[in-house]
């Protein structure tokens, strides 16, 4: 595995909520870069970052500054080399605390990456002190050149089996499933390709991938099914995972129904947090029920949803065995929580296709 390079995440106030999802994306899984540290000076001592989400210990500790970043990666003996955006502002803005924390790492010899809606390439100041120390900055949502497919068609010639993981909500953590679920069916026997659709997926390394809301409205459909085409027509894997985006019913980021339309999946799999009562960010905005955004799935795309994924968010995880076994009961499909108990059931469901 060739990496890009040893990254520190910076993730400052943002990695115990959901802000934080890029950050908690690298840590459990990246193919571009070793992880060395993650920043955010709001949490206590130096947590481990994976355990502080999923409770097994990877050696990423939550520091609180560049400083000691670089000193952990002396003492690992992995000198940065990149320096992340890991967290998520509302509207994707570049604040006056992140261009200063970039424009430390630049001057401290770090390339820097960003997935803000902001480019740093656009700001006279760092592209000025990047150019000065020969160090790059890269912007992921600027749409890449020759980002302008319309669908065509072509999705037809792709035989491979498509699973479109949906959601009910935005931040729910399917990204997280679709790579648990690409690694299942890889470590089955079976070739599986990820169709990366979000800034994070791309800095994880998801060879075909475009973001979604980097691009003009006319190009969506067309770029998924493009990506889908390039993975088959390149690696023809037995199987894709789509990479779902916000929900179907979200008021603030709808997303799925190009996914839908354009990837023409075989099946779905929908991921649920049966704590959350509300759309994330949208106070006095109910969820929509679990079996009602089933339906509307089902009822757009044709297609089964043939597994639900559970969000343990504010749950006690002694209960989780116990709503798995409910939400089976009620909707007739396998259940589990991916992170928790593993995606054997997910995995078994999508082989069966």
Not at 146 to 151: A, K, T
Not at 245 to 253: A, C, D, F, I, K
Request: net charge negative.
């Amino acid at each position: 595995m060739k990496f890009d390079g040893n990254a520190v995440v910076y993730c400052e106030n943002s990695f115990a909520n959901t802000y934080g999802k890029t950050a908690h994306g690298l840590v459990r899984f990246t193919e571009r870069y070793r992880v060395v540290a993650v920043i955010d000076s709001s949490l206590p001592g130096e947590p481990d970052a994976a355990e502080f989400l999923d409770r097994k210990a990877k050696g990423i500790p939550v520091v609180k500054n560049l400083s000691r970043a670089f000193e952990v990666a002396a003492e690992k003996g992995l000198p940065l080399t990149h320096f992340v955006i890991g967290l998520a502002t509302d509207g994707g803005y570049l604040t006056e605390e992140i261009r200063s924390a970039v424009g430390e790492a630049l001057e401290r010899g770090l390339n820097a990456d960003s997935g803000l809606h902001d480019y740093l390439n656009d700001d006279p100041v760092l592209t000025s002190l990047a150019e000065e120390k020969g160090l790059v900055l890269r912007d992921i949502r600027r749409p890449a050149e020759g980002s302008n497919h319309m669908f065509s068609g072509k999705i037809e010639e792709v035989a491979s089996k498509r699973i479109a993981l949906m959601g009910t909500d935005s931040a729910l953590g399917k990204r997280t499933t679709s790579w648990l679920l690409v690694h299942a069916l890889q470590k089955a026997g079976r070739s599986a390709e990820m169709i990366g659709t979000g800034q994070t997926a791309w800095l994880q390394g998801a060879r075909f991938s475009m973001v979604l809301d980097s691009l003009v409205n006319d190009y969506v459909s067309g770029e998924l099914e493009h990506a889908a085409w390039r993975a088959w027509k390149e690696e023809n894997p037995d199987f894709m995972v789509i990479e779902g985006q916000g929900s179907l019913m979200n008021p603030g980021y709808p997303g799925g129904f190009e996914i839908l339309a354009a990837c023409r999946p075989h099946a779905i799999v929908m991921q649920h947090a049966p704590a959350r009562k509300e759309y994330d960010g949208f106070p006095g905005y109910p969820l929509d029920s679990l079996k009602d955004q089933i339906f509307l799935a089902e009822f757009l795309s044709k297609k089964k949803v043939i597994g639900i994924t559970l969000n343990h968010e504010d749950m006690d995880w002694k209960d989780i065995d116990r709503v798995c076994g409910e939400l089976e009961a009620e909707h007739g499909i396998p259940v589990c929580d991916p992170i928790v108990q593993g995606i054997d059931k997910i995995r078994d469901a999508v082989l069966s296709l």
